[in-house]
């Protein structure tokens, strides 16, 4: 049987030559993300910024009247709906700010009012709409959830930096550290860009993106720490393309295979999973060339070389190769 | 490395077993399908995203702790001093800024005050601290304040009562298989699968079913009533909504009965058909109940309901059978939710719902559907890619692949754990890695085939040197895992924990029992090729 290749045996791409180019785009990537994320902001859900949401499927109708029910809704006098498709085109999410009160009770009571209002009169104009759920988050735990989600991100990063620093070098930590944010910041760029809803199931997402993109680059720097001590006297940049390119079949494979589970979640799975299927898929691609182009190069600049990996040679070692007559 | 005595081989077989074992009763389930029930059947729990329910959170006020403690003390200090032989005469008593502090009359007892008194600060622990802590100013003014030891404890107990109360109300409303879980120090969660619409369960979590009988006090006159003027001795307190009264009625703070001692309470119809509650008082509950009708016949008593009175009828004669109907412009429904709050008790300090997720039932079975389907076919593309690239390796990959995953099905079951959309999430970043591992092994055993090694010495290589990289990025996995888990909340909680079992399993899927099993095939054929 002939077995598939996706990449042929012994690659010598010059992937590291383009190095400086790459990383300018990459930064200035970054930088649009970030700015991407303060102009525009992350069309946060419920989950971060308190309030209601109610989604409902049109069951009848390929596609959800989205302007009629903007309007309807905006005419009971609660304020503008905020209101996506998502998944289906017949699939609505509703989203509604928490209304004032004097207090959590009186808030909460007026949300309840809020929801039965906008309920009864979508039942009403549109028969066969079914109601698939409703979220009410109050401000207080909103901001909680925000902080420990954040939280957890942040412990998480520094700890898998630290892990490698002392696995293999300070060099390392710093590298995988740097992918890891470029990452991030390029998924948080694309859900400002394309305002899609950001709540709770998305940071894990981003957590699955992270975790993965770190399998990728730990997968580069462990070929590397391996040809450090193989190959000595190598020029650290061949030594790193040379790294690249034997894990290059392994790494187009990984790929694909995620990828494969991914885009068929994303188009045969529920509505609920589509952004986060969206979101690792884009990370995935991401993460790979992060750990090549990202992770890699910034191990030169760091000035990686092979004393940190080989065992410095001790007095004794010394004595003993005289007395071998081997200096 | 290639190294497989058969006792290995056994455990490492059983071990996947039992696994696969623990599996099967949450495959049945998934398929639709019911698993006998006279087989253990530990099944995998599906999150509230997936199966559909409600999700209630509630916070409790923990400030009222404090209000409520200094006003219980107050009665008993009363009381105390009252029955001391000879009585302590008491006055110019304030409960304001959460302290309890009043003068003794006669500065001749205060030494004799202090003494009746000072046992009653004793905590009920047995760490020795305090409750409250007493300070003598002014020669005759005593101090009671209470010590965050104290308070903590009541705290403490008093959530440790309304989970109690919450899961004694909600197993009334008959739903199944209910979750009630205390959260931190103050809060609740309640979730209650294929529940569709949760109004009914939140009217009955947010009410505190606090019942009291007090006197009404008669002096107090309608105008000043109205502009809050408070008769010394009493309190203002509105009617309820829905009472034939309007307005506020002052009662008596002091002597009356809670309504905390009951042995039962339904719903039934008075003689005019309005639905009303019937309660029945245990026996203590029935003597003081006696007492306080007997002694005030002819004089109105207010019935109230957390704060709100229901009612203030005559007290035409004494009603010493112990049993009571209380009216208040009930519904059906109303009267038979606070039948149901009485019934179960009332909350020791009051709930409010923070965070409410419902999802409808069919979204729920929906998503199940899809989501499995999607996994299904996206996994089968997977499995074919593996085969076509790696022959009878990925054919090891591929078992591996498919035990790992009901492994983590079993374990997941046996844990007792919830799957829920981030879950999902999880299993394909843990597959991602299982099947990464496999094409970490078959690449590096390709890559030293070339280098011209030998097949079991390219074997022991590959697995050798893939094996390095695999525990690395697998233990990084793990610490962020770990990390979240401890740190993050709800669904970042649910990706971790399928994170942390799905990379242990996968180390030992894609690693152990593959190498297991390349190593039975080299044994056995000795090939001097390896198509690769």
């Known amino acids: 049987m002939k077995l598939l290749k996706l990449v042929p045996d012994n690659t010598n791409i010059k992937f590291l030559r383009w190095r400086l180019p790459f990383y300018i785009v990459s930064l200035i990537l970054m930088a649009a993300s970030w700015a991407a994320v303060a102009t525009n902001g992350l069309n946060l859900g419920v989950d971060f910024v308190g309030g209601q949401m109610i989604r409902a499927t049109f069951v009848e109708s390929t596609e959800a009247p989205v302007a009629e029910l903007r309007d309807d809704i905006a005419g009971l006098g609660y304020g503008t709906p905020i209101i996506q498709r998502f998944g289906q085109p017949n699939e609505v999410s509703i989203r509604m700010r928490l209304p004032e009160g004097e207090d959590a009770v009186q808030v909460k009571d007026l949300a309840d009012q809020m929801t039965n209002a906008i309920v009864g009169e979508m039942e009403a104009n549109y028969p066969g709409v079914r109601i698939d759920g409703v979220d009410s988050v109050s401000g207080k735990v909103s901001s909680e959830l925000f902080e420990t989600g954040m939280l957890a991100l942040l412990a998480a990063m520094v700890a898998i930096a630290i892990y490698i620093w002392v696995r293999f070098e300070w060099q390392f930590g710093v590298g995988a550290l740097f992918a890891l944010v470029h990452d991030v910041s390029l998924t948080l760029g694309l859900f400002a860009l394309t305002q899609l809803e950001f709540d709770l199931n998305i940071v894990a997402a981003i957590l699955a993106i992270i975790g993965y993109s770190l399998n990728d680059t730990i997968v580069v720097y462990d070929r590397v720490r391996e040809n450090l001590k193989k190959y000595r006297k190598m020029p650290i940049e061949e030594l790193l393309d040379l790294s690249v390119n034997e894990t290059l079949p392994r790494t187009i494979m990984t790929s694909m295979t995620t990828l494969m589970v991914l885009l068929a979640l994303m188009f045969l799975g529920p509505a609920t999973t589509f952004g986060f299927s969206a979101a690792i898929a884009f990370g995935i691609f991401v993460g790979t060339y992060s750990s090549i182009y990202m992770a890699a190069p910034i191990l030169i600049w760091l000035k990686v070389n092979s004393d940190s990996f080989v065992p410095r040679e001790t007095a004794t070692d010394k004595q003993e190769k005289i007395a071998r007559g081997e200096i | ?532």
């Open chain 2, 1 to 532: 490395m290639l190294d497989f005595p058969r006792w290995k081989r056994i455990w490492l077989w059983g071990l996947t077993l039992v696994g696969v074992f623990m599996a099967l009763p949450s495959l049945t389930m998934l398929a639709g399908e019911r698993w006998p029930s006279q087989l253990p059947d530990p099944e995998i729990n599906l999150g509230l995203d997936l199966a559909g329910g409600s999700h209630i959170l509630l916070e409790a006020d923990t400030g009222q702790v404090r209000s409520l403690r200094i006003e219980a003390m107050e009665e008993e200090v009363r009381r105390a001093l009252r029955d001391a032989d000879p009585a302590i005469a008491i006055g110019d008593i304030s409960t304001a800024n959460g302290r309890l502090s009043f003068m003794v009359e006669d500065e001749s007892q205060v030494d004799a005050a202090r003494e009746v008194l000072l046992p009653m600060t004793e905590g009920v622990g047995l760490t020795g601290q305090r409750d409250w802590t007493i300070n003598v100013v002014d020669g005759q003014r005593f101090i009671f304040e209470p010590t965050d030891v104290g308070l903590n404890q009541a705290v403490e107990n008093a959530m440790d009562t309304a989970t109690d109360v919450v899961r004694r109300r909600i197993d009334e409303l008959g739903t199944r298989e209910p979750t009630i879980i205390r959260q931190g120090d103050d809060r609740i969660v309640v979730q209650v699968p294929g529940l569709d619409d949760p109004q009914a369960l939140k009217a009955l979590l947010g009410q505190t079913a606090k019942l009291e009988f007090k006197l009404v006090d008669q002096t107090a006159l309608p105008t000043d009533i109205a502009q809050g003027i408070v008769p010394p001795g009493s309190q203002i307190l509105p009617f309820a909504p829905d009472a034939s009264q309007q307005g506020a009625i002052a009662v008596r703070r002091l002597g009356g009965i809670q309504g905390d001692q009951l042995t039962n309470a339904q719903q039934g119809y008075d003689q005019n058909g309005t639905p009303v509650v019937n309660i029945t008082f245990n026996q203590e509950g029935g003597r003081k109940f006696a007492a306080l009708t007997t002694a005030n016949v002819g004089k109105p008593f207010a019935i109230i309901l957390d704060g709100e009175v229901l009612s203030a009828p005559n007290i035409n004669e004494p009603i010493l059978g112990g049993s009571a109907q209380i009216s208040g412009g009930f519904s059906v429904d109303s009267a038979n939710a606070l039948a149901i709050s009485l019934r179960s008790g009332a909350l020791p300090i009051d709930l409010q719902v923070v965070e409410e997720r419902t999802v409808g039932p069919d979204l729920g079975a929906d998503s199940i559907r899809k989501g499995v389907l999607a996994l299904m076919i996206g996994g089968a593309a997977v499995l074919a890619f593996m085969f076509a690239s790696y022959g009878r390796f990925g054919l090891y990959a591929n078992l591996a692949i498919f035990l790992n995953v009901l492994i983590i099905l079993g374990i997941m079951a046996a844990l007792g754990t919830t799957l829920t959309l981030p879950g999902i999430a999880g299993f394909v970043l843990t597959i991602g890695t299982a099947v990464d591992a496999n094409v970490l092994i078959n690449e590096r055993i390709r890559e030293e085939r070339r280098r011209g090694r030998r097949v079991v010495q390219a074997v022991e290589v590959g697995y050798r040197e893939a094996q390095r990289a695999i525990i690395d990025a697998n233990v990084t996995n793990v610490i962020a895992g770990v990390l979240l888990f401890l740190f993050g909340s709800g669904p970042i909680r649910g990706f971790a924990i399928v994170l942390i079992i799905g990379i242990v399993t996968s180390v030992f899927t894609a690693v152990t029992m593959t190498r297991m099993w390349v190593a039975g095939y080299l044994r056995k054929h000795r090939p001097s090729d390896l198509n690769i």
